[in-house]
């Protein structure tokens, strides 16, 4: 086992153990805040790979803006008794859990199989390691310059699809009448 | 990182995105049920990232910057922003509905007219 | 992490003997970066205790030590040994936690900040990407407000917490477009290059000075607006809403005593110096003390025969006293904020609203805009375009939102009974 497989478990075991405390949390705003940590570890998983820009956009979009959102809405609505909301039944709980271990199953049979055991392409180096990452790998030059060409037109549409979202979320907000 | 495999990323994203479709289903609170699907894009973001990442593995070596290789970081970027519209809309509509229900709980929504 | 990999590529490109030294200056960095921000904070408290008396016209602390200079050590030694309160039926562990990481960024932002051009006051991690690290990290500082009035378990600290969080995530729209508006002339994110960037000949042309950004027009406008964003985000007044102590007690910070709330007050200060320092490199040129050309100066004079003032001059610019500078410079900013304490009342919460989203992102956006076409079209079209944007701008706000806004208030006058209003409706 190398080294970097033991930062990589260490980190991949953080960020499961904080996916779980999401739902495992009594409180909104206990589950919102191992929704962070998980988030920050991938964030420092993209690093690991080579991807600064993106990593780094990880942390600044999703636990700088979209968790602050959260929580902002989890204070403001002060979900008074969360004991309340937690009431589920037995059954479906155990439905649920059923459910995501085929999920599971089904996702390492169906993609990890092929991958990592069989003879498809890349396997056999997927299971010895990365390959060694071009020059200017993920740096905000080579994702910028991959945009504003190959991929314009999906960003005019994404900054339309922004753009409706913030007069869409104003048109929620405001009291009618 | 040298020495972890690809099925390493991939296990770790399938598990999490797991865990996420089970929040999904166990929660009655809109809010975190939310989040777990913030989970599973993330989980989904970190496969496509690492089949960047791992993209061409059999020819080692330097790989030259096609576009191809750069498809799935710009998949990433995508998800991110319409993650963060989604949410926009979607905490809305739930202080929306908090503010003409007084409840959030996402069993009891089941009229559809407001 | 970004150590990390550096760490790693160290290992296998370069000898034992200067691996080891180079782990020993990146330790010494870390130093310096620690102890900046620990010795730092208290003269900066007293400095902002005596401002204020000298601006409010009394006298401030004057008895522990000459000046007073003591008594931020004495205030500490007391928090110290304060009784630690901790409130029944709140979430231990969210309230312990958030004082550090409301005092986290404070280290981590330090970290890539460019004190100074010698190798002990370069960043500890000269990341690729400082901008958008500056905007992450900052953003994460805002969870230990928002979560420590959380925790605390009481209307007030949560009214504050929420306030704060509201604020973070509307001025850190503006502040992002700011920063980006001068990475675009630099073509760099790096902090360290946008430094150099600025001791480039002033426009391009006039050889003796300096490039900053604040002397440039674009650079002006986000400068300004980084300012006030700068203000905001680290919940300074006139918008310490989260804090505000005549609406909320103490704010986020209410249920916090002791040496947890001496943290909090700690980060607040670390995080406004290491603020002052982001602001110098973005700005105001980075370690170089006034906007001239050193060099060129020191050469010029050394042509004219005055060799005493060529070498006055020439040591002025050297990198040995250049982190003296920088910390001139931070100091000089931490001034204004105490100066802006001292001057502004706090605003209210729709006016802090109506400031971030109506005044500084537009304005912020359109200099972006601006900046990019004059980096396409050269400077003409960027006078032209500046022109008909700040005319369109008026045109908009003054003429069209303005009449309609006061219209309103003059209808809300009548109901309104405060006692001047009351006076005019006697008199009308």
Same mark, same amino acid.
């Given at each position: 086992?190398?080294?970097?497989?033991v930062?990589?478990?260490?980190?991949?075991i953080v960020?499961?153990?904080?996916?779980?405390?999401?739902?495992v949390?009594?409180?909104?705003?206990?589950?919102?805040?191992? =929704?962070?940590?998980?988030f920050?570890?991938?964030?420092v998983?993209y690093?690991?790979?080579?991807?600064?820009?993106?990593?780094?956009?990880?942390?600044l979009?999703?636990t700088?803006?979209i968790?602050?959102?959260?929580l902002?809405?989890?204070l =403001?609505?002060n979900?008074g008794?969360?004991?309340?909301?937690?009431?589920?039944?037995g =059954?479906?709980?155990?439905?649920?859990?059923?459910?995501?271990?085929?999920?599971i199953?089904?996702?390492?049979?169906q993609v990890?199989g092929p991958?990592?055991?069989?003879?498809?392409?890349?396997s056999?180096?997927?299971l010895?390691g990365?390959?060694?990452?071009p020059d200017?790998?993920?740096?905000?030059?080579?994702?910028g310059?991959?945009?504003?060409?190959?991929w314009?037109y999906?960003?005019e549409?994404?900054?339309?699809?922004?753009?409706?979202g913030i007069?869409?979320?104003?048109?929620?907000?405001?009291?009618?009448g | 990182?040298?020495?972890v495999p690809?099925?390493?990323?991939?296990?770790l994203?399938?598990?999490l995105?797991?865990?996420?479709?089970?929040?999904?289903?166990?929660?009655r609170?809109?809010i975190?049920?939310?989040?777990?699907?913030?989970?599973?894009?993330?989980?989904?973001?970190?496969?496509?990232?690492?089949?960047?990442?791992?993209?061409?593995a059999?020819l080692?070596?330097?790989?030259?910057?096609?576009h191809?290789y750069?498809?799935g970081?710009?998949a990433?970027v995508?998800?991110?922003?319409?993650?963060?519209?989604?949410?926009?809309?979607?905490?809305g509509?739930?202080?929306a509905?908090?503010r003409m229900?007084?409840?959030?709980?996402?069993?009891?929504?089941?009229?559809?007219r407001? | 992490?970004?150590?990390?990999?550096?760490?790693s590529?160290l290992?296998?490109?370069?000898g034992?003997?200067?691996l080891?030294e180079?782990?020993?200056?990146?330790?010494?960095?870390? /130093?310096?970066? /620690?102890?900046?921000?620990l010795?730092?904070?208290?003269?900066?408290i007293?400095?902002?205790?005596?401002?204020l008396?000298?601006?409010?016209?009394?006298?401030?602390?004057n008895?522990a030590?000459?000046?007073?200079l003591?008594?931020?050590?004495a205030?500490?030694?007391?928090?110290f040994?304060?009784?630690?309160?901790?409130?029944?039926k709140?979430?231990?562990f969210?309230?312990?936690?958030?004082?550090?990481?409301?005092?986290l960024?404070?280290?981590v932002l330090?970290?890539?900040?460019?004190?100074g051009?010698n190798?002990?006051?370069?960043p500890?991690?000269?990341?690729?990407?400082?901008?958008?690290?500056?905007l992450a990290?900052?953003?994460l $500082?805002?969870?230990?407000v928002?979560?420590?009035g959380?925790?605390?378990?009481?209307?007030?600290?949560?009214?504050?917490?929420l306030?704060?969080?509201?604020?973070?995530i509307?001025y850190?729209?503006?502040?992002?477009?700011?920063?980006y508006?001068?990475?675009l002339?630099?073509?760099?994110l790096?902090?360290?290059?946008?430094v150099?960037?600025?001791?480039?000949?002033?426009w391009?042309?006039?050889?003796?000075a300096q490039?900053?950004?604040v002397f440039?027009?674009?650079?002006?406008?986000?400068?300004v607006?980084?300012?006030?964003?700068?203000?905001a985000?680290?919940?300074?007044?006139?918008?310490?809403?989260?804090?505000?102590?005549?609406?909320?007690?103490a704010?986020f910070?209410?249920?916090?005593?002791?040496?947890?709330?001496?943290v909090?007050?700690?980060g607040?200060?670390?995080?406004?110096?290491?603020?002052?320092?982001?602001f110098t490199?973005?700005f105001? $040129?980075?370690w170089s003390p006034?906007?001239?050309?050193?060099d060129?100066?020191?050469s010029s004079?050394?042509?004219s025969?005055?060799?005493?003032l060529a070498?006055?001059?020439?040591?002025?610019?050297s990198s040995?006293i250049?982190?003296?500078w920088f910390?001139?410079?931070i100091?000089?900013?931490?001034?204004?904020y105490?100066?802006?304490?001292?001057?502004l009342?706090r605003?209210r919460?729709?006016?802090l609203m109506?400031?971030g989203w109506?005044?500084?992102?537009?304005?912020?956006?359109?200099?972006?805009?601006?900046?990019?076409i004059?980096?396409?079209y $050269?400077?003409?079209a960027?006078?032209?375009?500046?022109?008909?944007?700040?005319?369109?701008?008026?045109?908009?706000?003054?003429?069209?939102?303005?009449p309609?806004?006061?219209a309103?208030?003059?209808e809300?006058k009548?109901?309104?009974?405060?006692?001047?209003?009351?006076?005019?409706i006697?008199?009308?």
């Amino acid at each position: 086992m190398s080294s970097q497989l033991v930062v990589f478990s260490a980190m991949s075991i953080v960020a499961v153990l904080s996916a779980v405390g999401v739902i495992v949390s009594r409180n909104a705003v206990r589950a919102a805040l191992a =929704l962070v940590v998980n988030f920050i570890v991938l964030g420092v998983l993209y690093f690991t790979m080579n991807l600064e820009l993106l990593g780094i956009s990880q942390v600044l979009v999703y636990t700088g803006l979209i968790m602050m959102l959260f929580l902002f809405c989890i204070l =403001l609505l002060n979900l008074g008794a969360p004991q309340m909301l937690e009431e589920t039944s037995g =059954l479906k709980r155990y439905v649920a859990v059923l459910l995501s271990l085929v999920l599971i199953v089904l996702v390492l049979t169906q993609v990890l199989g092929p991958v990592a055991f069989s003879g498809a392409p890349g396997s056999e180096s997927a299971l010895a390691g990365i390959p060694t990452a071009p020059d200017g790998y993920g740096t905000a030059k080579s994702v910028g310059t991959e945009i504003f060409t190959n991929w314009i037109y999906a960003l005019e549409i994404c900054s339309v699809l922004l753009l409706l979202g913030i007069v869409g979320s104003i048109l929620l907000a405001k009291r009618r009448g | 990182m040298e020495g972890v495999p690809l099925s390493a990323y991939l296990a770790l994203g399938a598990v999490l995105f797991a865990i996420g479709g089970l929040g999904v289903i166990l929660k009655r609170n809109p809010i975190i049920i939310f989040m777990c699907i913030e989970l599973m894009l993330n989980a989904a973001n970190l496969t496509f990232l690492a089949f960047s990442r791992y993209h061409d593995a059999p020819l080692r070596g330097t790989i030259p910057m096609e576009h191809t290789y750069m498809n799935g970081q710009m998949a990433v970027v995508f998800v991110m922003a319409v993650a963060a519209a989604e949410v926009a809309v979607g905490l809305g509509i739930i202080m929306a509905i908090f503010r003409m229900r007084e409840t959030v709980d996402i069993d009891e929504m089941s009229g559809m007219r407001g | 992490m970004l150590e990390g990999t550096a760490g790693s590529l160290l290992f296998a490109q370069a000898g034992s003997m200067a691996l080891t030294e180079e782990i020993l200056w990146a330790l010494l960095r870390v /130093i310096v970066v /620690i102890l900046f921000v620990l010795v730092f904070v208290p003269p900066v408290i007293w400095w902002e205790r005596r401002l204020l008396g000298w601006m409010q016209d009394r006298i401030g602390p004057n008895r522990a030590g000459p000046f007073g200079l003591l008594q931020p050590i004495a205030d500490g030694i007391k928090l110290f040994f304060k009784e630690d309160i901790t409130p029944s039926k709140i979430d231990r562990f969210v309230y312990f936690t958030a004082p550090a990481i409301a005092l986290l960024p404070a280290f981590v932002l330090g970290a890539t900040v460019p004190w100074g051009p010698n190798r002990l006051l370069t960043p500890v991690a000269d990341v690729d990407i400082g901008v958008l690290w500056i905007l992450a990290i900052s953003s994460l $500082g805002v969870y230990g407000v928002t979560l420590g009035g959380w925790a605390g378990n009481n209307k007030y600290s949560l009214l504050g917490g929420l306030r704060s969080s509201a604020q973070m995530i509307s001025y850190e729209l503006a502040m992002g477009v700011a920063i980006y508006s001068v990475a675009l002339p630099t073509g760099s994110l790096r902090l360290t290059d946008m430094v150099s960037r600025q001791h480039d000949p002033l426009w391009g042309v006039v050889e003796w000075a300096q490039n900053w950004f604040v002397f440039t027009p674009y650079g002006f406008v986000a400068c300004v607006i980084f300012l006030i964003c700068m203000v905001a985000e680290t919940n300074r007044a006139p918008f310490d809403l989260p804090e505000a102590e005549s609406e909320l007690v103490a704010g986020f910070h209410t249920e916090y005593s002791s040496m947890k709330f001496a943290v909090f007050f700690m980060g607040e200060y670390a995080v406004m110096a290491v603020f002052g320092g982001i602001f110098t490199t973005l700005f105001l $040129g980075g370690w170089s003390p006034l906007p001239l050309n050193w060099d060129h100066l020191a050469s010029s004079a050394d042509a004219s025969g005055m060799g005493w003032l060529a070498a006055t001059l020439a040591f002025i610019g050297s990198s040995k006293i250049a982190g003296l500078w920088f910390l001139a410079k931070i100091v000089g900013i931490l001034t204004f904020y105490i100066w802006l304490r001292a001057t502004l009342p706090r605003l209210r919460y729709d006016q802090l609203m109506n400031l971030g989203w109506k005044a500084l992102l537009p304005i912020a956006a359109l200099n972006f805009v601006i900046v990019a076409i004059w980096m396409l079209y $050269g400077w003409i079209a960027f006078f032209g375009s500046a022109a008909v944007v700040t005319l369109a701008y008026f045109y908009v706000v003054v003429l069209i939102l303005k009449p309609r806004a006061s219209a309103k208030r003059s209808e809300l006058k009548l109901v309104d009974v405060r006692p001047d209003t009351a006076k005019t409706i006697e008199i009308g």
